[in-house]
Every structure is written in structure tokens, then in C-alpha cells.
């Protein structure tokens, strides 16, 4: 155990070095000059500016100013942002602020997920089971940025039950953003828990488990649930990178000074070191948790319920080449098709007495619909027929979701907008099908220094904030129609044309 966890920890170096690479390099492709930036409508002289990126190394090509922002590290030197305050300070006051939210959306995850995935697993096809598949998926739909807003104001504003901005309260003030920040990974630990449960509770061990007369409490706290959360332990350990990532979104619209925010201002100010080292922070810990989870599964594995005293003979006797259940060996072709046939059998049966499947379906049809008829869902409106007089009508029924501010049809926006997202979603998927499928091949069939490669070059993308991305290429590519948050937390788009019609 010891040589393994020396091993875990021994890759994460390269990654580090990988993750950092990349951030600097992101931030180094964004356009502009940070230097005319900083002195704003007031022109810098020219001996002024000079100075000030030879000061800060901008005069030097990438590769050169990563080589002195590496050296500066190994002697303890983060560098100084564009203030000259130095950016160890920042992280030390800000990184705190951002643990504290992501420890408590953490335990939202653990509480509320597993404890709704277990009920959900145990009650499986209940009224409660469909409460938690409909509300997890409503949750997943709803971008985090929106459901920021939302609870931002309904709690905040409407009810006043949270405070709505900062961090004066104590702990109390991050319980409504981290409630924000984890309402995604609560919905998939949810669903993995209550998966995993539903399978564990038709193995083998539970059924000798309920044939020796054990309590059910027994059989689903001592046996079931502690193999069931082998997955979700690891999912939560990879989790907090995404967690500190989605913090840029919830620190801004919540005003909270974390590292989230920092990235996020020094980004727009394209402070190199300053990004660099913010982001850092957290890529290291995105290392750091997903190390932990992968050393301590190995651990929980040992300790499941297999491993019992009183089960472990009967199971094996069990699985042992069929011996006693009598089932044939899996090896056997004819027996293997069998069997796969008849799992998409009775999958097929359980699907179609389900509401939520066809529910499902039916939503898929017109989304699919949509996106091949989009004249159709919008009545004959182009979003790109606006005109200022409509901008003071009201719904009606040729409008029915009204206008906007300049006059656009607001349901030929949202069928359009739609209709683009839909194709983007789909392709996003069949790209990472096929990459993900041809990577994770080629790893499994070649392993060794094949296998480790590509793992590392995964762990670097994982642990890269993906946010940050999208925030570079937001700088970077031509004016488009997400919203960018500015600093008050308010949404604001740098182009008003609505979405194509094309």
C-alpha cells in the first residue's frame, strides 16, 4: 500500500507541471495589451510602459517568461501583480475564503445526495425515487449561473432568509452559494448513489445476507451502502476541482472574495502571474482530491461487505463456476448472448411501464423537432426582426413570451437559442464519445508507459479549470452572445444580436 500511495503521489508532480503550463499559456493567448489596459482612458508615456513590461516580463517570448515564472517559484517568489501587491498574499487571503465554500458544498453533497440516492435506491419506482429522478434532472438543466440568480434572489431578496453578498455573517454566509455550488454534483451523487444501491441490493451477498436473517438495516448499512459508495467516494474526491472552478460563477454573483473571483479579475486585467498562481491553487487541490480518492478506494474496497467472515465462503461458493446457483459458465458464447439479450429485454420491459421514460421521450422528440423545424416552434418569428415599438408590448397571442428591450420576439429567441444549443450539446457529446472512447483503447490495450501517458494528459485537463477556458476563449474569439459576469454580478452580453436564424 505504502509503494502505491508513494507512486499516486510521485504522478501528480508532471501534472502539476502540465496544469501549469497551460494555464500560463491560456492566459498568455489572451489579445491586447495588459499594460494600456491598466492606465485605463489616461495614455501611459511611452518610458512609463517600457518599464513596466520589462518589469513584468511581457517584452519576453512564452516559453521565456514561463522558464523565469518557474524559477521565481522554486525560490518562493509568486511574483506581483499589476497593483504590486504580491500575488502569495492574494492566494493566502483569498484561498480560505474559497475553501470554506467549497467544504461546505461538499457536505451538501454528502448529505443530501447520498442520503436522497440511498432512500431512492431502496425505494426504487416509489413516488420518492421519481421525486428525486425529476428534481435531480431539472437541477442539471439549469445552469449554474442561472440557479445563482434564482436563489440569489428568491432567498436572499424575496424571503431574506441568507444574506445575498458577501462574507460578514460567518459560516452562515456561505451556506446559500454553497448550496449553489454543489446543486450539480448533488443531482449526479444522487443518482449515482441510488444506482449503485439498486444494483448492489440484487447481488448475490445481499440475498445470503437476507437468507441468514439479518436486519434489513444490517443488510443495507453494513453491506450494501458500504459497497455502494466505493463510486460516489471517488466521484466527490475528482468533484472538488470542478467545485473550485464553478467558484469563479458563485463568488462573483454572490460577491465573495475567494480565489474564484481573483482568477476571474485577473483575467480580465490579463495578469499572467497573477491567474497563473490563482489558478494553481486550485489545480492543486483538483490534484490533490483526486490522489486522495484513488488511494483511499483501494481501502474501501477491502472493507466491503464480501470481505465478511460469515459471507465470504458462501459467496464464493456462490460465483465459484456455478456450482451452487447453477448458472453455466460466462466464458460460454451462446450463454453470454443469452443473458446480454436478456438484460436489454427486461431493461426494455422496466422502460416501458415507466411514465418518466416516455415523459422523456416525448421531450427528446420535440427537442429533436426543434431543432429541424425551428420556424414551426417559433410561430413564423425571426429572431432578428426586431423593432424598438414592439419593445412596450406585452404578450399576446401571436407573442407569447412578449418582446425584449429592443423589440426581438423573446419565443423566437428562445427556439432559436434553443435549437443552437441542442446542436452544440450533441456534437459536444459524439466528439467526446469518440475521443474518450479511441483514448481510453488505446490505453487499455497497450497500458504501461502507453497507459500512464495518456492518463497524466487527462489528470492535466482535469485539473485545469474548465471555466478558465471559456473565459480565454470568450477574450480571445469573436463577439458572441454569452453573457460575461462583470463585477457587480450581473450578467452582460458583448454583443446585443440575437441568436442566428440561420
Known sequence: MGRYVARRLLLTIPVMLGASILIFAMVYALPGDPIRALAGDRPLAPAVAAQLREEFNLNDPLWLQYVKYVGGLFQGDFGTDFAGRPVLETILDRLPVTAKLALVAILFEIVIGIVAGVLAGIRRNSFFDNLVLVSTTIVVSVPILVLAFLAQFVFGLKLELFPIAGVREG????????????????????????????????????????????????????????????????????DIGTLMGGAIVTETVFNIPGIGRAVFESIQRQEGRSSSGSSRSWSSSSSSSTWSSTCCTPSSTRGSAMTDGRLTDVGHDEVGAGRTTGVADPTDAETATVLQGSLWSDAWKALRKSVLFWLGALLGVVFILMAVFPQLFARGANPRDCDLVNSSNPPSAAHWF???????????????????????????????LLLGVIVGAIAGFYGGFTDSLLSRLADIFYAMPLILGALVLLRVGPSTDIPIINDRGAGRSPSRSPPSAG
Not at 448550496?179 to 444494483?199: C, D, K, Q
Not at 428591450?405 to 459524439?430: H, P
Request: overall charge positive.
Open 171 to 238: 459560516w452562515y454566509s456561505y451556506l446559500l452559494p454553497g448550496l449553489v455550488l454543489a446543486a450539480g454534483s448533488v443531482a449526479y451523487v444522487a443518482r449515482l448513489t441510488r444506482t449503485s444501491m439498486a444494483e448492489n441490493l440484487r447481488a448475490d451477498y445481499v440475498r445470503t445476507a437476507r437468507a441468514k436473517g439479518l436486519k434489513p438495516s444490517t443488510v443495507v448499512v453494513r453491506h450494501t451502502l458500504r459497497n455502494s459508495l466505493i463510486p460516489v467516494v471517488t466521484f466527490i474526491g475528482a
Open 402 to 432: 412578449g418582446f425584449d428591450q429592443q423589440g426581438c420576439d423573446y419565443l423566437a429567441q428562445v427556439v432559436y437559442g434553443a435549437r443552437n444549443s441542442l446542436i452544440i450539446g450533441v456534437l459536444a457529446v459524439l466528439f467526446i
